[in-house]
């Protein structure tokens, strides 16, 4: 036998081999397809290894879809698989919407998977309602705390019942803005009541008004009841108010009538600086008189008379006002006795 015919005996059964090898790893699946009239042909299983798609999640999903009365495409599986997408998730979200009749089509179920919410969460949600906790406990509070009209303060706890909507599940606002709105709703009917003995008594229409205002709007849910399920008197925020503003009134009121002592203690001294001052400028002009007397001599404008006449009119004054000191001091002892 000649070499060449050696080669291609070899190159044969390498094919062979190959073919062997193929159909060994693919012959299940191909069966499996087969047998549950999905049929998926061998040079597409090959053609999804090629494509780095795995063949058993994209056969295997597409026997349950067709099972389900579902037709959903080998390519749009591979092409969602290609995408990031969880082939698996979507088609069981799908036969759970279809048994439930709920309208979901395969694009509207792969768009939310890929924005990268759990779409067969959304579809059980929409069949079994969530009951969410207002407000959220994991945020460490537990009351939503608000104060009516007379100053009492209310804490109230609720309870939203709400269902996914599945239209509005791409690009539709969390849970935690239904949380939001709703605490805000309670703090806003809290606060429209004149007493807290009307939300104790009717804590029911707290729940009527905040389901009026339409919170839903914008988000991926629809918003089935609020229930109230605790309200608690807290405390008297208006009688505290109003004796912080009482302190405050009595801190400022201390702080003028300090200003104004001080003002005043102030103006003390200087009057008393001004005082002697004054007296400071009598002293300075009596002791110029004995230099004007002096320069009158030497003048000639007062003569030795005068001067005698002037100081017997000093002793009589120096003698009236020690006998007017004199009998004051009498007349103030005799009162004292």
Same mark, same amino acid.
């Given at each position: 036998?000649?070499?060449?015919?050696?080669?291609?005996?070899?190159?044969?059964?390498?094919?062979?081999?190959?073919?062997?090898?193929?159909?060994?790893?693919?012959?299940?699946?191909?069966?499996?397809?087969?047998?549950?009239?999905?049929?998926?042909?061998?040079?597409?299983?090959?053609?999804?290894?090629?494509?780095?798609?795995?063949?058993?999640?994209?056969?295997?999903?597409?026997?349950?879809?067709?099972?389900?009365?579902?037709?959903?495409?080998?390519?749009?599986?591979?092409?969602?698989?290609?995408?990031?997408?969880?082939?698996?998730?979507?088609?069981?979200?799908?036969?759970?919407?279809?048994?439930?009749?709920?309208?979901?089509?395969?694009?509207?179920?792969?768009?939310?998977?890929?924005?990268?919410?759990?779409?067969?969460?959304?579809?059980?949600?929409?069949?079994?309602?969530?009951?969410?906790?207002?407000?959220?406990?994991?945020?460490?509070?537990?009351?939503?705390?608000?104060?009516?009209?007379?100053?009492?303060?209310?804490?109230?706890?609720?309870?939203?019942?709400?269902?996914?909507?599945?239209?509005?599940?791409?690009?539709?606002?969390?849970?935690?803005?239904?949380?939001?709105?709703?605490?805000?709703?309670?703090?806003?009917?809290?606060?429209?009541?004149?007493?807290?003995?009307?939300?104790?008594?009717?804590?029911?229409?707290?729940?009527?008004?905040?389901?009026?205002?339409?919170?839903?709007?914008?988000?991926?849910?629809?918003?089935?009841?609020?229930?109230?399920?605790?309200?608690?008197?807290?405390?008297?925020?208006?009688?505290?108010? !109003? +004796?912080?503003?009482? &302190?405050?009134?009595?801190?400022?009121?201390? $702080? #003028? %009538? *300090?200003?104004?002592? =001080?003002? /005043?203690?102030?103006?003390?001294?200087?009057? !008393? +600086?001004?005082?002697? &001052?004054?007296?400071?400028?009598?002293?300075? $002009? #009596? %002791? *110029?008189?004995?230099? =004007?007397? /002096?320069?009158?001599?030497?003048?000639?404008?007062?003569?030795?008379?005068?001067?005698?006449?002037?100081?017997?009119?000093? $002793?009589?004054?120096?003698?009236?006002?020690?006998?007017?000191?004199?009998?004051?001091?009498?007349?103030?002892?005799?009162?004292?006795?």
């Amino acid at each position: 036998m000649s070499t060449a015919m050696l080669v291609v005996l070899g190159i044969i059964c390498l094919i062979v081999l190959f073919l062997i090898l193929i159909i060994a790893r693919y012959f299940a699946l191909w069966i499996q397809a087969l047998f549950a009239e999905a049929r998926v042909s061998f040079f597409n299983l090959i053609g999804m290894s090629l494509r780095k798609v795995n063949p058993h999640v994209i056969v295997l999903s597409r026997i349950r879809a067709v099972q389900a009365g579902l037709e959903v495409a080998t390519k749009e599986m591979e092409s969602h698989f290609l995408a990031g997408g969880r082939v698996p998730n979507v088609i069981t979200a799908l036969i759970s919407a279809n048994r439930a009749n709920i309208d979901l089509t395969w694009k509207t179920a792969t768009a939310i998977d890929l924005a990268g919410r759990d779409i067969l969460d959304a579809v059980q949600m929409s069949v079994i309602p969530k009951v969410i906790d207002c407000p959220n406990p994991a945020t460490g509070k537990t009351t939503i705390d608000a104060v009516a009209k007379d100053g009492i303060q209310i804490r109230a706890k609720a309870r939203v019942t709400v269902r996914a909507n599945i239209d509005r599940l791409v690009g539709g606002a969390t849970e935690e803005t239904i949380i939001a709105r709703v605490g805000e709703g309670i703090v806003t009917t809290i606060g429209s009541a004149d007493t807290y003995n009307q939300v104790l008594e009717n804590p029911d229409n707290i729940s009527k008004k905040v389901l009026e205002k339409g919170l839903d709007a914008g988000t991926a849910f629809e918003i089935l009841s609020i229930d109230i399920a605790d309200v608690d008197v807290g405390e008297n925020i208006g009688a505290k108010l !109003q +004796a912080d503003q009482a &302190e405050a009134d009595k801190r400022r009121f201390q $702080a #003028e %009538a *300090e200003k104004r002592r =001080a003002m /005043a203690m102030a103006r003390e001294q200087e009057m !008393q +600086a001004l005082v002697r &001052e004054n007296r400071a400028k009598v002293v300075l $002009a #009596e %002791a *110029e008189i004995p230099m =004007a007397i /002096a320069e009158s001599f030497r003048s000639g404008n007062l003569g030795i008379m005068d001067y005698y006449k002037l100081r017997n009119i000093q $002793a009589d004054t120096q003698m009236r006002e020690g006998i007017g000191g004199g009998q004051t001091q009498k007349d103030s002892d005799g009162k004292k006795q």
